[in-house]
């Protein structure tokens, strides 16, 4: 069954650094999305994407966080200038054209030091 | 906004229990996912179930619409059961996701 892969699995980074997390989502889905987990709390919205542009926007999603989809298969979180408050686990996510079920990858724990 | 309430909060179990967990949403449109996370913080994506009923093997979910309400059964737990059971309910965009059961299953 084809699956959302996400890379790194975990990535460490200072503080006030800028970081990239990787998604690559099932090949023929069109709507694309990250979510986030800070430990212990319940899984958050951040942002939606589809046909290149951003289609929705969590209330976290301030201007320190940009998406892309740089070519056919990738698509990319960035996060500029690290907080301590960005520690948590980021998941990627990807549906078809009937929106539903979104299919979530393996996450990727972003430690902040 | 869409609001989903899990409950109960934790559940501890010993293995061969069986157990009921409910999920109660807000919004009358439903795009319903249960996922169960595991020790290794992965989500698993267990059924999409806006109505009906579903099962996969020891696993099985009913959701009422009408009344904004999910139940996921587990039959006969075993250990590797054991993590946090999210519920979450689609709206336009976006999943919103409760806060989750926390379940231990005991050998």
């Known amino acids: 069954e084809p699956e959302v892969t996400q890379t790194p699995s975990h990535q460490v980074t200072q503080m006030g650094q800028e970081v990239i997390l990787r998604c690559v989502p099932i090949s023929n889905h069109l709507y694309f999305y990250w979510y986030r987990q800070i430990l212990g709390q319940k899984v958050e919205f951040l942002v939606s994407?589809?046909?290149?542009?951003?289609?929705?926007k969590s209330e976290i999603f301030d201007d320190q966080f940009s998406v892309e989809r740089p070519d056919g298969s990738n698509f990319t979180l960035k996060i500029r200038s690290t907080k301590l408050e960005d520690s948590a686990m980021y998941f990627c996510?990807?549906?078809?054209?009937?929106?539903?079920?979104?299919?979530f990858g393996d996450g990727t724990r972003l430690s902040i030091l | 906004g869409i609001q989903v309430e899990q409950s109960p909060p934790d559940l501890i179990l010993q293995e061969g229990a069986n157990s009921t967990l409910r999920c109660n949403f807000s919004?009358?449109?439903?795009?319903l996912q249960w996922f169960h996370q595991n020790p290794w913080g992965q989500l698993i994506n267990l059924f999409y179930i806006p109505s009906g009923t579903k099962q996969n093997g020891r696993l099985s979910a009913t959701t009422v619409a009408t009344e904004r309400y999910s139940l996921l059964y587990i039959s006969s737990s075993q250990t590797t059961d054991s993590g946090v059971y999210f519920c979450?309910?689609?709206?336009?965009?976006?999943?919103?996701f409760g806060k989750g059961t926390k379940l231990t299953v005991n050998p």
């Open positions: 919004d009358s449109v439903n795009n």
């Open positions: 979450a309910q689609g709206g336009s965009e976006k999943l919103v």
């Open positions: 996510a990807s549906t078809h054209s009937e929106k539903w079920p979104q299919h």
């Open positions: 994407f589809y046909n290149n542009e951003i289609s929705e």
